[in-house]
């Protein structure tokens, strides 16, 4: 069974950095397109960020361009998240997920993904 677990969330002061990981168990994360999402309270999920299964395709919603990093990690087999110039409005749970290889490419649409992990809080104040 498919098991992700994402780790390296907690609270940072404005302006700081973090850095997840989304790690898997027991299958490899190479023949997956990778998404990282989020959800603040009382607000619908969104997609920040995609890396395609080659990995030469990455994707980030516009709020997070320029600040934020996917890649992959293929040694340790995990997705890192890099997250630069945190701002107060990026706090929420995040997630990782998984969907099956589409060509070089890779969507932040939530409804393409069909793995997800228990989601990391990231809580971004002073």
């Known amino acids: 069974q498919l098991q992700l677990v994402e780790s390296g969330g907690g609270l940072v002061q404005p302006g700081g950095s973090l850095r997840l990981s989304c790690s898997a168990f027991g299958y490899s994360l190479d023949n997956y397109r990778i998404g990282w999402f989020r959800q603040a309270p009382g607000k619908e999920r969104e997609g920040v960020s995609c890396v395609s299964s080659a990995g030469g395709f990455t994707n980030y919603a516009d709020s997070v361009k320029g600040r934020f990093a996917i890649g992959r990690d293929k040694i340790k087999n995990t997705v890192f998240l890099q997250m630069n110039s945190l701002k107060p409005e990026d706090t929420a749970i995040y997630y990782c997920?998984?969907?099956?290889?589409?060509?070089?490419?890779?969507?932040?649409?939530?409804?393409?993904?069909?793995?997800w992990g228990q989601g990391t809080q990231v809580t971004v104040s002073s």
């Open positions: 997920a998984t969907a099956p290889p589409q060509g070089a490419y890779c969507s932040r649409r939530d409804d393409e993904y069909d793995h």
